[in-house]
Structure formats: structure tokens, C-alpha cells
């Protein structure tokens, strides 16, 4: 990849990428072309010789430009456990994975539960990180299931969804009401379809794995029940919900009737049940500790089905940083979650080396789905869209070393995985956040 720059001759920067690859998830094309950005926006693209004249021209070589991903529930630890993500790692970590946008969760110490905290959020995401960030708040105050937020007075204060994450409303009468609330107001809810009673403990999914590991499991059922419960308070209440995890075959059915009774629903899951199973877990590593507990291949085969249909509308990185205190514990006792901004496209690019899903498809999963759902521009390489840009190389192969993260915290379980391809530069609003060293020869 190369660049060459010439003095502009108008106040605007322009920038042109030539002999790109474009990735284009709207249109479902992948091919050949050249794209050309102007104050931060996409200006035009075409794919002949007749492309127009732009202060900076970057050769890319025939690497893939796609828009930039929107990744929806990334967890930074401000305030809080800033000690295990900042924002401004978590920005970079972010910038360094073609991550443009981190929508990011309540779950912090405290529970973003109020305007003022909220707003605390925000204004030190701002400061700090590279990319875009939307908070999202919690759904009940303490996340405690018993009393619904301000979901008004957040909204206004920049709220883009309303979720406990993994604490799920037992209270099906509070869940309603909050429902009901938010379907007034507009509001997206992201619920976490959990059975909680089923699910409280719980290290691995239930099988003859498990039970030879001598784990506390929990049975793929309590995906359903807690989806089955979810989907019914929806059809009452005629709110907006998104799953923020599917990751069992026994959950997709209910979601498909749901979809086609004509409920709001959308729904995603993470990366590393697309890419992982419950045999990974066979050595005890605590950095495969997820939650919910990674499936059987089975499930894994139909989630990646599911995704490749389009009945999974979003794939996420399902951020979660850990320490190594919080880690390095009997398998048990150590906390759930792996980070996830730096690894995303790569573990994904697994599925498209592997003939499950194309680049379009799958950008339309990391990119234009979780856009549409939070109402945002982004996720497209039409013109008139955000200059919120990826350009990678899909096919580079070589080893993670998790010591090489930008996150603070590196409890990633591809650890010293062989993984293909990698990011060569980020651009937010047509602004270079990231550019891989030695990515311009």
C-alpha cells in the first residue's frame, strides 16, 4: 500500500483510495474500485480509470476497503475498574481492529443507571477514545430488576439502547413495565436470553463434557426458556428488543416464529461462539470462561448457519476485559469474559476462509446491521456516508501474541492461535485513528 499527497487546491481534505477491493454490504458486492472521501464523508466511488483528483491518494494494493464495524456491546471499565479498560484503550484496541464505533455496556461500578453518570461516560469517551463511542444504560436502576431507570431523561442524555446485560429482570412484571415504557418512547431494549435460575453458577453448557470436566453446566434449554419469556413480553408489549446472544440450535426456532408473527425483534451473538466449543475449555484455561458458556460444535454449526441465512442479524465482539487476579482462579470461581475489539475481524475472517459466509455478508453483520438497528449512517460505502473506513488484508497470516494488545486487560482466548488477516488502517470520519507500521512500503 502506498500514499501520495498533493497541495489541495480547496478548503476541503480529500482522499482517494485506488485499486481497492470494496466490500460494499448494502449493495452485496465485492469487487474491484476506487473510493474517494471529502471532509469526512464518502464523496464517490466508481470502479474505471476516470477517477477524480484528491490531496492524498493511498494505493491499496487490491487489500478489502469495507465500512469501518459497529460493534454493539463492548464492555469499558470507566467508571470504576479502570485499572482493566480504559477508554483510551479500549479506543485504540478498538481503532487497531477496524472497530469505528463501540456501542458499550452499563455494566461498570457503578451501573450507568443515571443522566449524571451517563454523561460522565460520554464526556470521558470524548476525551479519549479515537473512535466513536454510544453508551448504552441499564434497564432497571443498580441493574437489580426491580425498579425501571429514567428511560426518558437518559435517552436525552444521549442513551442508545437500555439493557442489565447478563443480569436478566426476573420480575416479568417489571420487565413489562419497562417494555411498555420504552415502546413509548422508541426505545431498544437488549436483552440477555438467559434463564437465570438455570444459569445462575453455571461454568459450562450440560453434556458428557462437562460432566467428564466435573463443571457446573447449565443446559442450552435456558437460552430458550429466557428467549421464549423475552419474545412473549415483546408480542404484550409491542416494544423493540434485540438478543444480544444466540448461541444454541434450541433457540432458533422460537426466534424464527417471532420474526414471522411480524415482532420487532433483531438479534446477535458473539464471536467466540461462532468460533469456539466447549472442547476448547478441556485444559481449564480460564480465558475461554464466557458467558453464556461456550456450546457444542453443533450449536456452533447452526449459529454460523443462522448468521450465514440472516435469522442472526448481528455479530459482536462481546468485549469483556479481565484481570489476570480475576483470571488466574480455579476455572469455577474466575470470572466470565474475554476481550475481543483486536480479534473480532480476524477470528471472523476464520468463517469466510472456510467458506461459511462471504466478506459481504459478513460486513453486513459487523457493519451495516448493528448501524440500521441504532439508527446510525454508518455500515455503508455509499456516497454521502461516513468516511468511518476499514481497509485490511484478509489473507496475511501470523501468530496473536496477547502481549501485543492495545487493551489493557489481555485475557483473549486465541492466544497464541494462528489467525489470517489483519487490519492496515482505520479511518473515523476520514481521519486516519490507526495505520499498521510498515503499512505504506
Not at 415502546?183 to 463434557?209: C, E, N, W
Not at 455503508?380 to 496475511?396: H, S, Y
Request: proline share 6%.
Amino acid at each position: 500500500m502506498t500514499a501520495q499527497t498533493r497541495q489541495g487546491r480547496t478548503g476541503m481534505t480529500t482522499t482517494l483510495f485506488t485499486d481497492a477491493r470494496l466490500i460494499d454490504p448494502e449493495a452485496g458486492t465485492d469487487g474491484p474500485g476506487w473510493l474517494l472521501i471529502e471532509g469526512g464523508v464518502i464523496a464517490a466511488r466508481g470502479t474505471g480509470e476516470d477517477r477524480p483528483q484528491a490531496e492524498t491518494v493511498i494505493d491499496c494494493a487490491g487489500q478489502c476497503l469495507a465500512p469501518g464495524i459497529v460493534d454493539i456491546g463492548v464492555k469499558v471499565c470507566e467508571p470504576g475498574e479502570r485499572h482493566k479498560e480504559s477508554y483510551r484503550s479500549a479506543g485504540l484496541a478498538a481503532a487497531a481492529g477496524g472497530v469505528t464505533t463501540m456501542a458499550t455496556r452499563p455494566d461498570t461500578l457503578p451501573a450507568i443507571d443515571t443522566p449524571e453518570v451517563l454523561e460522565f461516560a460520554r464526556r470521558r469517551a470524548n476525551e479519549a477514545a479515537p473512535v466513536n463511542v454510544l453508551p448504552m444504560a441499564a434497564l432497571t436502576k443498580g441493574r437489580e430488576g426491580r425498579e425501571m431507570v429514567e428511560i426518558g431523561f437518559l435517552m436525552d442524555a444521549g442513551a442508545v439502547a437500555f439493557t442489565d446485560c447478563d443480569h436478566v429482570v426476573r420480575d416479568t412484571k417489571v420487565l413489562s413495565r419497562a417494555l411498555t415504557y420504552a415502546r413509548s418512547l422508541g426505545a431498544l431494549v437488549i436483552g440477555h436470553p438467559q434463564d437465570p435460575g438455570l444459569s445462575a453458577g453455571a461454568a459450562a453448557t450440560s453434556g458428557k463434557f462437562a460432566s467428564l470436566r466435573g463443571l457446573p453446566a447449565v443446559s442450552p434449554m435456558a437460552e430458550r426458556m429466557g428467549l421464549d419469556r423475552d419474545i412473549a413480553v415483546v408480542e404484550m408489549t409491542g416494544a423493540r428488543y434485540h438478543a444480544d446472544q444466540i448461541t444454541t440450535a434450541r433457540a432458533l426456532p422460537a426466534l424464527q416464529r417471532a420474526r414471522r408473527n411480524g415482532l420487532d425483534i433483531t438479534a446477535g451473538t458473539s464471536i467466540h461462539h461462532l468460533t469456539l466449543n466447549e472442547l476448547d475449555l478441556s485444559d481449564y484455561r480460564t480465558f475461554f470462561k464466557v458467558k453464556p458458556p461456550l456450546r457444542a460444535e453443533d450449536d456452533r454449526m447452526a449459529t454460523v448457519e443462522a448468521l450465514t441465512e440472516g435469522l442472526i442479524d448481528i455479530v459482536s465482539s462481546m468485549h469483556t476485559p479481565q484481570d489476570e487476579e480475576s483470571k488466574r482462579l480455579p476455572f469455577e470461581e474466575a470470572a466470565s469474559g474475554a476481550v475481543a475489539l483486536e480479534t473480532l475481524l480476524p477470528a471472523c475472517l476464520q468463517l469466510v476462509h472456510a467458506g461459511h459466509i462471504d466478506l459481504p455478508r459478513l460486513f453486513r453483520a459487523l457493519s451495516l446491521n448493528p448501524a440500521r438497528l441504532l439508527g446510525l449512517e454508518a455500515g455503508r460505502l455509499a456516497p454521502g456516508a461516513p468516511a468511518d473506513l476499514v481497509l485490511f488484508d484478509p489473507d496475511t497470516p501470523y501468530k496473536l501474541d496477547r502481549e501485543t494488545l492495545q487493551s489493557k486487560s489481555k485475557n483473549t482466548p486465541y492466544d497464541g492461535r494462528l489467525l489470517q488477516g489483519r487490519v492496515q488502517m482505520t479511518l473515523v470520519g476520514g481521519k486516519t485513528v490507526y495505520e499498521r507500521s510498515g503499512a505504506r512500503q
